[in-house]
């Protein structure tokens, strides 16, 4: 039987679980059978928000391995998820660092740059570097995307967080 | 000015630097690695082969299992679906089973005809022969970049780099990676896959490309060539790679072409050695 802490600890290791679980499994957020552009990226908008909130839920050691897994499944050179994945995590960090007190609204205009940044890097190595050929449209759609979907999962993810960190500050 | 300044430099280095309770390595440090990871990995030293090879064959059987969940939801759902089909389907089928009995006889007609064609043209009958490997898809993660999936199959079962993948009778691809037990196949609708055909009654020749949406399109026509709708395009096998003559789809509008397998719902697909043994002779 499951005691109350082993269930705590389980919800505290969520947004960990998910990570791994989106990089390994086959599920996708490419939903190019509905509307053919619509593709967004939920691992970054974890990492961001997680390591801009609760960065001790997921440490930089985890999201570089995430991004090597999920290069993996995807055929990508390794490294270059881990190393988009991370400059998202310095940019939650330096945020993190700046501000007090953040809204929606601030968070929603800072993982813009990060996502900008993440992309960009992403972008630059695969063309100039692998054989790999990808469509500045098709990231730019997935960037727009992406930030689209930002304020539904920051809403989920804040309010999982009230769930995780109640009574804690007691 | 310069303490604003000071302020930024402070907060990028110590989010570079810093490491949190729960943290044993500093971003940067894990920005070097993955650097360097990388830059092996496409520099493609001898070393690194084989370390891709059991890791690419790792993952894939532990996304296997992780993906199963995701699967099995999809398939119940669509057996209850299937289960109210079924009658009508029934009475459907049982109509078509009476067209195709009036079409076998005619089948056998052509049968005999065409092995007597080939007598008469003395052809190569390996040449027909199958060599096929069949395969399970493990993986077909949908990547707004990369189309392409993951077949149960690598080198032990002698598949090699460029093979080319069917489903029932149509191409659906090439095999661009090979692992020891699994191997991945670039998918004809991605960005880099490039593959010569040819169609109409004048054997028009062109190259069908990725185009990284469902439907690859046609390049390299001659010129001032329109492309008809509902045209059936073939492997022209210019490339030495593809056989000529595998169906691949069928014109649309603006040239693009519809494929006739639909590489989201593979679950087996065959991979074509004939090439492989034709190059060892």
């Known amino acids: 039987m499951l005691n109350l802490k082993t269930i705590r600890k389980i919800i505290n290791l969520g947004p960990l679980i998910f990570l791994y ?27 961001y928000f997680w390591v801009s909130k609760r960065p001790e839920a997921l440490g930089g050691g985890h999201v570089f391995f995430a991004g090597l897994i999920n290069d993996v499944v995807i055929g990508f050179p390794l490294g270059i998820s881990s190393l988009s994945y991370l400059v998202v995590s310095l940019v939650a960090t330096y945020v993190k660092n700046m501000t007090v007190n953040t809204r929606i609204t601030t968070d929603w205009f800072t993982f813009f740059i990060a996502i900008f940044f993440s992309n960009l890097i992403l972008f630059i190595l695969l063309s100039r570097f692998s054989e790999i050929t990808v469509s500045v449209t098709e990231i730019s759609y997935n960037t727009f995307f992406t930030l689209i979907f930002f304020p539904f999962f920051w809403f989920l993810f804040t309010y999982y967080n009230s769930i995780v960190t109640t009574g804690r500050n007691v | 000015m310069s303490s604003s300044r000071d302020d930024f430099s402070i907060a990028f280095r110590s989010a570079l630097l810093q490491r949190g309770a729960a943290q044993k390595f500093s971003l940067v440090f894990l920005i070097i690695i993955a650097s360097i990871i990388f830059f092996l990995d496409i520099y493609g030293f001898g070393f690194m082969k084989p370390i891709r090879s059991i890791i690419n064959d790792g993952i894939y059987r532990v996304s296997l299992v992780a993906s199963s969940p995701s699967r ?81 199959k690598g080198s032990k079962a002698g598949i090699l780099k460029g093979m080319p993948v069917i489903d029932k009778e149509y191409l659906v691809g090439r095999i661009v990676e090979i692992n020891y037990l699994s191997s991945r196949v670039l998918l004809l609708n991605d960005l880099n896959s490039r593959i010569p055909v040819t169609f109409g009654e004048d054997g028009v020749q062109a190259i069908l490309k990725g185009s990284g949406g469902s439907r690859p399109v046609l390049e390299y026509l001659p010129e001032g ?8 395009v073939f492997t022209s096998g210019k490339d030495g790679i593809f056989f000529a003559g595998s169906p691949i789809g069928t014109t649309v509008e603006k040239g693009e072409v519809k494929l006739f397998s639909e590489s989201s719902q593979l679950s087996f697909v065959k991979v074509d050695l004939s090439k492989q043994k034709k190059e060892a002779f």
């Open chain 2, 72 to 152: 099995f939801i999809p398939q119940a759902t669509g057996s209850v679906t299937n289960l109210f089909n079924i009658k009508s389907e029934n009475e459907e089928l049982k109509k078509e089973l009476e067209v195709y009995r009036q079409k076998e006889l005619s089948v056998e007609y052509l049968t005999n005809q065409n092995k007597n064609l080939r007598k008469i043209l003395e052809s190569d009958e390996n040449l027909f022969k199958e060599h096929y490997v069949l395969s399970k898809v493990l993986i077909d993660k949908s990547s707004p970049y990369l189309k392409s999936i993951i077949i149960n």
């Open chain 2, 225 to 232: 060539y329109v492309v008809e709708e509902g045209l059936d």
């Open chain 1, 21 to 47: 679980y989106l990089s390994l499994s086959e599920i996708d957020s490419h939903f190019e059978n509905y509307f053919e552009i619509l593709s967004f990226n939920i691992q970054l908008i974890i990492i």
